[in-house]
């Protein structure tokens, strides 16, 4: 089944397990038994739920800036709850659920795209950076390559309103799925990523295995570009019963360790 096929008409469930069964089939293609998934904000929901259906392959899991812990009736999203409630809300709603997404204008404003493409990744990762500044040759190389990604045929874009509600509202929260989760987990946020970490901070309150929160200072939701060396460190720790680092607590030098559960 294609992707086009599949974004037509299907559910929410048929359109989560495209994702997960694909994944699956990759890994049963590279013959992996074990191993450490990682996954980055609509990549850490993917993540979790092909670890919620198939833990025995994951012996770790780290989760940055994941989307999907949040509901739509968090309190900490009264204010786009208030937005969605007006004209220009309804109409932002209206564009979500027809599949409009950043992706599409970028496609059909033609030679004007990688201009403004520029101009986000510009202001973005420099004039409005809360962590490192990108020089001149890497604006230029990010931007070509989010120019590329966004200009190309429609793929994984077509699922989010089938995920997600208008606002990065979980249509089906991980955190209903807590208590069933079997993989230890570690959640790596900046401390200015907009994927609120309080979610993940409700969500270890039921899951019954060993987790942690780290926060990377200086990193928004791209924290990885934002503070890479503090983004590594958490990594790393993350990983430590599987690298055998010694004295992998220097490792939390500048982090901010939120919570951490041994089960």
């Not at 994702?19 to 074990?34: C, M, Q, T, V």
């Not at 670890?51 to 899991?61: G, R």
Request: hydrophobic residues 40%.
């Amino acid at each position: 089944m294609s992707l086009p096929d599949l974004f037509v008409s299907f559910s929410y469930s048929e359109t989560e397990a495209w994702f997960i069964d694909s994944f699956e089939a990759w890994r049963k293609a590279k013959r992996l038994e074990n191993f450490v998934l990682l996954g980055h904000s609509f990549g850490g929901y993917v993540a979790a739920r092909y670890a919620l259906k198939h833990p025995e392959h994951v012996q770790h899991l780290i989760l940055v800036g994941s989307a999907g812990f949040t509901s739509e009736t968090d309190e900490v999203h009264e204010r786009i709850t208030r937005l969605r409630s007006t004209w220009k809300g309804a109409i932002l709603n209206h564009l979500w659920e027809s599949n409009f997404t950043p992706q599409r204008v970028i496609r059909g404003i033609g030679r004007w795209g990688p201009d403004l493409v520029k101009r986000y990744t510009s202001a973005r990762f420099g004039t409005y950076s809360v962590g490192t500044v990108l020089n001149e040759d890497e604006s230029q190389l990010f931007s070509d390559y989010i120019y590329h990604t966004l200009a190309g045929k429609a793929s994984g874009e077509l699922c989010l309103k089938y995920i997600f509600a208008f606002g990065a509202f979980a249509r089906s929260p991980l955190l209903a799925s807590a208590a069933d989760w079997k993989v230890p987990t570690s959640f790596i946020y900046g401390v200015d990523d907009w994927m609120d970490y309080r979610g993940a901070v409700n969500a270890c309150k039921n899951i019954p295995v060993p987790t942690e929160i780290l926060r990377v200072p200086q990193g928004g939701h791209f924290v990885f570009l934002d503070n890479a060396s503090g983004f590594h460190s958490a990594v790393l720790y993350s990983c430590r019963r599987f690298l055998n680092i010694e004295k992998s607590e220097a490792l939390l030098d500048g982090l901010q360790k939120v919570s951490s559960k041994v089960a």
